[in-house]
C-alpha cells in the first residue's frame, strides 16, 4: 500500500483524570515495562503505510513525549511531537495545520487519528482505515454492541431502549481525508461545535458518509486503573 500522504494521528493531549490520583498522563503508565503510549506508536511505526506520525500532547509534557519516544524508539526518526489543543478537535486541527505547514497537504491527505491508550490496535485495523478512508474520505472503527444500550434524557429514568442490532460501540482509529474534515469543521457554528463527542460527529453532522471498520473486542481504551490489569493480561496473552 503506498505510504504517500498518510499520516497518523496519536492524540496524547489528555491527563487520565479518571485513573486517579496519579503523577503523570496514563498514557506515560507502564505496562509491559513500556509506557503505554510507546506499544501504541510502535503498532504505527511498524506499519509501511505511514509518511510520519504526528503525536500530540499537553504543552507541559512535550519535552517528556519526545525524551520518552527517543529512549525507547532511537530508531524511530520519523516521529513530530506537537502541542495538543483545548479539545479532542481542535487537537487533530493542530495535526492538520502541522502536515499542511510541513509536509503539504491536498485533496487525497489521509489522517488516521487514534487514542494515545489504545495499545492493543493491529495491523489489519490500521490498514483497514487507510483503505477506507482512501476510498469514501471517512471511517470509524466499531465492534457491535454486545449490552443492551438504554437511553436516558433526565439520568433518573429510561428515555428510551434502541435496537441492539443496530448499535455499535466506537473505537479507534478514525480516519479521514484531511482537507475535508478541516473544511466541514471549520463550518460549523460554535454551538455545533459544543456538541461534539468525537471526530467522526463533525462529518455526522452535515450529512456526509461516514464507513464502519470492524475493530477488535480487545481494542481497548485504557481508562481505568482495573484497566491496568486487563492490559497486562493481554499483553501476556500475546496481543
Given amino acids: 500500500m503506498e505510504k504517500t500522504n498518510v499520516f497518523g494521528v496519536v492524540l496524547a493531549g489528555g491527563i487520565g483524570s479518571r485513573m486517579g490520583n496519579v503523577e503523570k498522563p496514563k498514557q506515560f503508565m507502564e505496562i509491559g515495562n513500556k509506557p503505554i ?3 501504541t506508536i510502535e503498532k504505527f511505526a511498524v506499519h509501511p503505510g505511514f509518511e510520519r506520525i504526528i503525536v500530540l500532547s499537553p504543552k507541559a509534557w512535550i519535552g517528556y513525549t519526545q525524551d520518552v519516544i527517543r529512549k525507547y524508539l532511537p530508531k524511530t526518526a520519523e516521529v513530530d511531537v506537537i502541542e495538543g489543543g483545548s ?8 495535526a492538520v495545520r502541522h502536515i499542511e505547514k510541513n509536509y503539504g497537504l491536498d485533496d487525497e491527505t489521509i489522517i488516521v487519528t487514534h487514542d494515545s491508550v489504545r495499545p492493543f490496535v493491529t495491523h489489519r485495523i490500521l490498514e483497514d482505515n487507510i483503505r477506507s478512508a482512501k476510498l469514501s474520505g471517512a471511517c470509524d472503527t466499531v465492534i457491535p454492541a454486545t449490552d443492551t444500550i438504554v437511553e436516558s434524557a433526565d439520568h433518573q429514568c429510561i428515555t428510551n431502549i434502541p435496537d441492539r442490532k443496530k448499535m455499535y460501540q466506537g473505537q479507534t482509529p478514525q480516519s479521514f481525508r484531511a482537507a475535508r474534515l478541516r ?14 463527542t468525537d471526530a467522526c460527529k463533525i462529518l455526522v453532522l452535515k450529512g456526509e458518509k461516514v464507513e464502519l471498520v470492524a475493530g ?13 490489569r486487563v492490559a497486562e493480561s493481554l499483553l501476556g496473552g500475546g496481543y
Avoid at 183 to 196: D, F, M, N, R
Avoid at 216 to 228: C, R, S, W
Wanted: glycine share 2%; no cysteine.
Fill in 183 to 196: 473544511e466541514v469543521y471549520e463550518g460549523l457554528s460554535e454551538e455545533e461545535k459544543e456538541i461534539l
Fill in 87 to 94: 479539545t479532542r478537535n481542535e487537537t487533530i486541527m493542530n
Fill in 37 to 39: 503510549i510507546i506499544h
Fill in 216 to 228: 477488535e473486542v480487545f481494542n481497548i481504551k485504557i481508562t481505568y486503573p482495573y484497566d491496568l
